[in-house]
């Protein structure tokens, strides 16, 4: 079946430090991936996607490369800032879906000045 | 603008009452879903519905139901059979068979006491 696995977390850096959070996933077909981010006590909001094979997404300074032989969607950012302290969820919808997506447990990321 | 509206933001309910959140959209999406969350924990989906007059059994569909009798709108019921409704409730929506992603509303905080 369909699934994508998250890092646990919570993971914790200080500001200005490098951040990844691996996702990884098993889909029959060709799945689009994506990112979305939760701040404390809102929605989810889209952060970036790719749709195939080598793609990279990128917004707000976060970037993410889809990787078919390895089946992962790692999310990355040079330089993070107390400001994206928030929840990060990975997720895919397959070709041939309802276009329903399937999320990861979602990762919390903490930021300390 | 286009978007998906929730409400209200925080609601109380006392035990054994059904109590109704809204949820509406205006971006001319044809399907909707509801996800339940607890703290610290990822999505799980109670309902979804893709097309008007008819929905589908998430998850965790035991203790609520829903209703599409407009495109705009997906309400849920949390009713008093449900055993522990104290949750943070998002609602989104998407095109049917595409690979845009959900948008998502801002969520309603349910609390019984």
């Known amino acids: 079946g369909n699934s994508v696995t998250q890092m646990e977390g919570p993971v914790t850096l200080s500001e200005e430090a490098f951040l990844t959070i691996n996702c990884t996933y098993t889909?029959?077909?060709?799945?689009?991936l994506f990112w979305y981010v939760q701040y404390p006590g809102e929605g989810l909001q889209l952060l970036l996607k790719?749709?195939?094979?080598?793609d990279k997404g990128s917004n707000k300074g976060f970037e993410a490369t889809y990787r078919k032989e390895t089946t992962s969607f790692h999310l990355e950012k040079g330089s993070v800032q107390v400001s994206d302290s928030a929840v990060y969820f990975c997720?895919?919808?397959?070709?041939?879906?309802?276009?329903?997506?399937?999320f990861g447990q979602g990762t919390t990321l903490q930021v300390k000045p | 603008d286009g978007g998906i509206t929730q409400s209200p933001k925080y609601l109380f309910r006392k035990e054994g009452q059904n109590v109704t959140l809204s949820c509406e959209q205006n971006?001319?999406?044809?399907?909707m879903y509801w996800y339940r969350q607890d703290p610290g924990q990822g999505l799980r989906l109670i309902y979804y519905?893709?097309?008007?007059?008819?929905?589908q059994k998430g998850d965790i569909a035991e203790g609520y139901s829903v209703s599409r009798e407009k495109k705009e709108s997906f309400p849920l019921t949390v009713t008093s059979a449900q055993k522990n409704p104290t949750a943070f409730y998002l609602c989104?929506?998407?095109?049917?068979?595409?690979?845009?992603?959900?948008?998502f509303g801002s969520g309603t905080r349910l609390t019984v006491v």
């Open positions: 989104a929506s998407s095109f049917t068979g595409t690979k845009d992603g959900y948008t």
């Open positions: 889909a029959t077909g060709y799945p689009s």
């Open positions: 790719a749709t195939k094979a080598d």
């Open positions: 997720a895919l919808t397959v070709s041939g879906n309802t276009g329903k997506l399937i």
């Open positions: 971006l001319n999406h044809d399907a």
């Open positions: 519905s893709q097309i008007v007059n008819d929905f």
